[in-house]
């Protein structure tokens, strides 16, 4: 056996890769929330359709998204294959466990939180990454009044009423009209998919207690990780905590959260 | 006999490590809230011998909290309800009288029940065989002073080495996870002169021998932090992973 081999089948090593990809995931959650803030933005979603443009076709974010999708699998199939690793470890169990006594009930509930997470990721990115990719999203036109930043929006269809497309992902042309210049630009129209989405209640639901679950997993799991790559100390410690409960287990999940509910009830 | 104690007790029984085994309830009677919870076992074992019953067999030893024999999971937690004492240092009035007490064995693959309460805790030394050592030559001890150790260092030495492998990580742990054992007996001599040189070789010969006895992987609840009666830390956990990555990353060896 390689050391490699040793390595990566040890419980240690096994953990490490749940740890990397854990902590890698977490810094996606980040970059995914503050990009997707743009939903919340006044203009009928051209800054949210653009971003989703230069999102799938950026080679750079094209090449880390690869990694993020191995991640996940990494992450999820690593992290139940040891969870039932460990069921085996104490194939009878006790009639009577005080887990509440020295545990928080998070750290002893990852496998559940997490798989709820993965039946989550499923439904999102079939109904928007696997649409965006390979569904039949319709283009819109915008018309953005570079003088006073105006922006008016219309469906990019033809005089028959049927929808259009444009070879590029996104076509960018300014033109002039009584002396005004204006910005046309045609894309497809993701933010109208995403707002027709969430006026489903029941999706909504899906969304607000997956989460709930990211939440309740990232506020044992963040500062876990760390421990498992053998980062623990007083030093930075508090940071790490800090993070995991505020950062990761509050503000991610809340601003994700408010998106949905925003379509909902008041958009 | 006025504020003694009738309890009820529900003691795991099996009678060998292949036996299903299953609960007996025993009532106690008359048990002072100062006797420990093995001198209420051996006041129940007395009764059991005189009525011709098989007594209830349990490991204990030093009685003093020392020794790490004594071994009972007590109503969901090991140890009983207390913090930093082993079994032997719980008494009974940290129970209330009326009270229904719950007791079984450790419960772990790599720690087969041998008889009722007690069990085969050698996967332990099995671990600690295969390298929670330091190798030196026979002789004359060195003068002390010749090995300068940084007091903090020394502390934290002395306070992983206070691990009396008792078991209770394991059995607090959700996953059997036996970390905080083997990272206690990793940190004693990572932390020391004396451990460095074979510092690599024995943390990677511990981790494998402690995934062979088949303990589960460490997810960090720190049920085992909270449940030991010596107050091992965490930290040991981080340095053996940290130890651990680093000695794959960087031995020597093939």
């Known amino acids: ?267 | 006999m006025s504020g003694n104690m009738n309890l009820t007790l529900k003691v795991w029984r099996q009678k060998n490590k292949d036996d299903r085994g299953k609960f007996e309830t025993y009532p106690v009677q008359h048990i002072s809230p100062d006797m420990s919870f093995l001198e209420m076992f051996d006041v129940l074992n007395e009764r059991l011998i005189n009525e011709g019953k098989d007594p209830v067999a349990f490991d204990h030893d030093c009685r003093e909290g020392i020794c790490g024999m004594c071994s009972m999971f007590i109503n969901g937690r090991p140890h009983g309800p207390l913090q930093g004492v082993t079994t032997c240092q719980l008494h009974m009035r940290s129970f209330r009288n009326g009270d229904t007490i719950v007791v079984e064995p450790w419960r772990a693959t790599a720690f087969p029940v041998i008889k009722d309460l007690a069990v085969d805790r050698s996967a332990f030394d099995r671990v600690i065989s295969a390298g929670g050592f330091i190798s030196v030559n026979t002789g004359n001890a060195q003068d002390a002073n010749s090995i300068p150790v940084p007091k903090d260092d020394a502390d934290a030495a002395f306070a992983a080495a206070t691990c009396i492998g008792c078991g209770a990580c394991v059995a607090a742990c959700k996953n059997a996870s036996a970390m905080l054992f083997v990272s206690a007996k990793v940190s004693q001599f990572a932390l020391l002169p004396q451990g460095q040189a074979e510092r690599q070789e024995r943390v990677l010969s511990m981790v494998a021998q402690m995934d062979a006895e088949g303990f589960g992987s460490c997810t960090n609840t720190g049920a085992c932090e909270a449940e030991c009666p010596k107050g091992i830390s965490l930290s040991n956990i981080a340095r053996m992973n940290r130890d651990y990555i680093g000695a794959q990353l960087s031995t020597q060896k093939a």
């Open chain 1, 1 to 267: 056996m390689s050391w490699f081999t040793r390595m990566f089948t040890s419980t240690i090593g096994q953990k490490l890769i749940v740890a990397l990809t854990g902590l890698f995931l977490s810094t996606f959650l980040v970059v995914h929330m503050v990009g997707n803030l743009q939903l919340f933005k006044d203009d009928q979603g051209m800054s949210f359709n653009l971003y989703s443009v230069f999102m799938t076709s950026n080679p750079l974010i094209k090449t880390v998204s690869y990694i993020l999708y191995l991640s996940i699998l990494f992450h999820a199939f690593k992290g139940l294959h040891l969870a039932y690793k460990n069921l085996k470890a104490r194939p009878v169990g006790y009639a009577v466990v005080n887990g509440k006594a020295n545990s928080h009930w998070t750290s002893r509930s990852m496998g559940v939180l997490g798989t709820i997470i993965l039946v989550f990721i499923v439904v999102h990115m079939n109904d928007f990454w696997a649409e965006y990719k390979f569904g039949h999203i319709p283009y819109v036109q915008y018309e953005e009044n570079l003088q006073t930043g105006e922006i008016k929006s219309k469906p990019y269809i033809d005089e028959a009423g049927n929808p259009k497309t444009i070879a590029k992902k996104v076509e960018e042309t300014i033109i002039s009209k009584d002396g005004i210049d204006y910005k046309l630009t045609i894309t497809k129209d993701l933010y109208a998919e995403v707002a027709e989405a969430f006026n489903n209640p029941l999706l909504v639901l899906l969304y607000v207690i997956a989460m709930f679950a990211v939440g309740f997993h990232l506020f044992h799991g963040f500062k876990s990780g760390f421990q498992t790559l053998g980062l623990n100390h007083p030093r930075y410690n508090p940071a790490i905590q800090f993070l995991s409960t505020w950062v990761f287990a509050v503000i991610i999940p809340a601003g994700f959260a408010a998106m949905p509910l925003y379509f909902l009830l008041i958009k």
